[in-house]
């Protein structure tokens, strides 16, 4: 069992789900660099285990996560988002995006900035009804990060994600789950209990075929047809090889439930 080094990040297994929070709720999760990389490591560490079969990032506290601590740089001298980008945010997001394990975004309260763009990186974003998300880079002078960029286009449109970027108007629960952004919606005494059944749900499905989907789909997205067609048959023919696969067509054929092990 891994044990993040900072305070920051927390990790708790429960059965084959990994929940890893976000620990600073006094400053509503907002996020520094040795939290960054912890929450790289303890996510690829989960990627890496046999025992996880699927993911949870949230919050401690009454927030996701507020995005970058502001008061942990100092303004008095020019700042190098560059490099604290680079360095920090996307390689989380570069783990988060290509992890094997289907990853959740369990969003109790605000997703800000880079908070939410990490929440809209996880394969499914289930928020609670006081949950929001907003683009708040354009009103103090940034650009969205954390791949805000490439997501939201593709989540949302081009058009409306220049709208939620330009003006960073805050997106209720309800206003998200209309734009696709998030899967559902809990009142927030059901909330743990809905992240938990997701997460669970997910945990009992093949994970190899999970991870090879997300895969293809991520791909696709800068291939033409013909190219993704030739990616499709390619990891077909891998998860055609998986013990899951064979699992699956021998219950199938004898009218019983699957019992995948994730191999």
Known sequence: ???PT???VQLELRESVAYVFMNRPDKLNA???PMLRELTATIGWCDASEDVRAIVLTGRGRGFSAGQDLSAVDSSLPVDYEAIVKRGYNPLVEQIATSKKPVIAAVQGVAAGAGANLAFACDLVV??????FLQSFVPIGLV??????W?????VGLSK????????????ADDARQLGLVM???PMDEFEEVVAKVATRLAALPTLAIGLTKQAMHAALGMDLTSALAAEAKLQGEAGRTADHQEGVKAFLEKRKPAFRGR
Do not use: H, N
């Open 151 to 155: 997501w939201l286009p593709r989540l």
């Open 31 to 33: 996020l520094t660099m």
């Open 144 to 149: 969205p990060d954390s791949g805000g960029s």
């Open 161 to 172: 994600a220049k709208e939620l970027a330009f003006f960073g108007d805050r997106l209720t």
């Open 184 to 186: 559902t919606v809990a």
């Open 127 to 132: 928020a609670s009804a006081q949950a929001s």
């Open 6 to 8: 900072e305070d920051s």
């Open 1 to 3: 069992m891994y044990s």
